[in-house]
């Protein structure tokens, strides 16, 4: 089992900046990659970025790259999502997960993952 704890979001306005932390307890956390998704209303959930379990590999959903970035503590058992030059397209609900595979590449899809944070709310004011 897998408990994972996002920060409290926020607003923020067209062109700022926030980091998003998730805090996690369990299973091993140096063991299994991490990702982000979010989801707005209306919308599927959809797929931010991931990072493996070593923080070496890092992937990217188009609209996060160059303006996110996803990082890890393994000692704090913390994984980040730094968003910069946040747009009017950005707010949702943003998810921490943890795969149900340990040890695997970070899967895309939602599907994918067994454990999920209780999400934040990032709101974007233009």
């Known amino acids: 089992q897998v408990q994972l704890v996002e920060s409290r979001g926020g607003l923020v306005q067209a062109g700022g900046s926030l980091r998003l932390s998730c805090a996690a307890s369990?299973?091993?956390?140096?063991?299994?990659?991490m990702g982000w998704f979010r989801q707005a209303p209306g919308k599927e959930r959809e797929f931010v970025a991931a990072i493996s379990w070593s923080g070496i590999s890092t992937y990217y959903a188009d609209s996060a790259k160059g303006r996110f970035t996803i990082s890890r503590d393994n000692a704090k058992n913390t994984v980040y999502l730094q968003m910069n030059s946040l747009k009017p397209e950005d707010p949702a609900v943003y998810y921490c997960?943890?795969?149900?595979?340990?040890?695997?590449?970070?899967?895309?899809?939602?599907?994918?993952?067994?454990?999920w944070g209780q999400g934040t709310q990032v709101t974007v004011s233009s």
């Open positions: 997960a943890a795969p149900t595979v340990v040890g695997a590449l970070p899967p895309r899809a939602p599907t994918g993952y067994a454990y």
């Open positions: 369990g299973r091993t956390f140096s063991t299994y990659a």
